[in-house]
């Protein structure tokens, strides 16, 4: 929980600072999110899945 808290904390400060650097952050913002979903969030699902078949495996 307290990652999730930090993660925002730090999305919500990027979103305020990057206008004064003259970053529309209205692009950027939504292209981190989808690049994310594509990219990083499917390589959590299988090492989490891969975690789960050891978990099952070595209570057999």
């Keep these: ?4 808290i930090i993660g925002i904390i730090v999305l919500f400060a ?5 206008p004064f ?9 939504p292209y981190v999110i989808e690049w994310s979903t594509k990219f ?3 390589w959590l699902v299988l090492y989490w899945l891969v975690r789960l078949v ?3 495996e070595k209570n057999k």
Excluded: H
């Design 40 to 42: 990083i969030l499917p």
């Design 1 to 4: 929980m307290k990652k999730l």
């Design 14 to 18: 990027l979103w305020f600072v990057l």
């Design 54 to 56: 050891k978990a099952f």
């Design 21 to 29: 650097f003259g970053i529309n952050t209205s692009y950027i913002i």
